[in-house]
């Protein structure tokens, strides 16, 4: 089942927070995050595996807790070059000993001065 | 220097041509996909593919079809394009690789996308 994602779509002033949750029905081996600018490719931010880790990159960090199947990813002071659609992957046993990726629907940020 | 390569990036067609869209990675990764992807809409998988002659249909249904003869190469070929196939289509690889002798990550690298408009 495809991961749920929220907001749909966040406008932010320049130096502002925002939150992107990612949940799932089904019991996720890992999380992936992905931001993609307007016409452009998706372009990985980081992973969360099981155990509940948490991760940063610069000022963007994200959380899973695995119990909830449920991940957070976290904007802090915002700066213009965040807007982008953000795209969260939610990976889990699909048999045979391998796991599918499976994206969300997107949530489009966008910055403003 | 290691990256994913698609070709043609842009695309115009008219209906019932034949097309092929090429995808080419020198990771030397085993695993290569196809997203189907509207302008600001989600990512929707097409096919997918775990190691040479290994390809598997994807989440949406797609007329299209792939093949898998070389771990770099991962074409998709349309027999007979329609307007109902316009859309950018985005090329994947990615591999497994252990993290910590317990977690194994598997973090999916894209290329540029081929934007189709079919006629």
């Known amino acids: 089942q495809q991961p749920v994602q929220s907001p749909q779509a966040v406008i932010l002033r320049e130096g502002e927070d925002a939150v992107i949750n990612c949940s799932s029905s089904?019991?996720?081996?890992?999380v992936h995050w992905y931001r993609q600018k307007h016409g452009e490719a998706p372009v990985f931010l980081m992973i969360?595996?099981?155990?509940?880790e948490q991760k940063g990159h610069d000022k963007i960090s994200a959380s899973f807790n695995e119990k909830k199947q449920q991940s957070s990813l976290y904007l802090t002071a915002s700066q213009l070059s965040y807007s982008g659609t953000y795209f969260c992957?939610?990976?889990?046993?699909?048999?045979?000993?391998?796991?599918?990726?499976?994206f969300g629907k997107g949530t489009k940020l966008s910055v403003i001065p | 220097e290691a990256d994913i390569y698609q070709t043609p990036r842009y695309l115009v067609i008219g209906t019932g041509k034949k097309i092929t869209l090429e995808c080419s990675q020198t990771m030397g990764h085993d695993k290569m996909y196809w997203y189907q992807q509207d302008p600001g809409m989600e990512l929707h998988l097409i096919h997918y593919?775990?190691?040479?002659?290994?390809?598997e249909k994807g989440d949406l249904s797609s007329e299209s079809t792939v093949s898998r003869i070389r771990t770099e190469h991962f074409p998709l070929t349309l027999e007979s394009a329609r307007p109902s196939h316009t859309s950018q289509y985005l090329c994947?690889?990615?591999?497994?690789?252990?993290?910590?002798?317990?977690?194994?990550?598997?973090?999916?690298?894209f290329g540029p996308g081929t934007r189709l408009t079919v006629l």
């Open positions: 992957g939610t990976a889990a046993y699909s048999g045979a000993g391998s796991y599918q990726l499976t």
């Open positions: 994947a690889s990615s591999t497994i690789r252990g993290l910590a002798g317990r977690h194994y990550i598997d973090e999916q690298f």
């Open positions: 593919s775990y190691g040479v002659n290994s390809t």
């Open positions: 089904k019991a996720l081996y890992s």
């Open positions: 969360l595996l099981k155990g509940g």
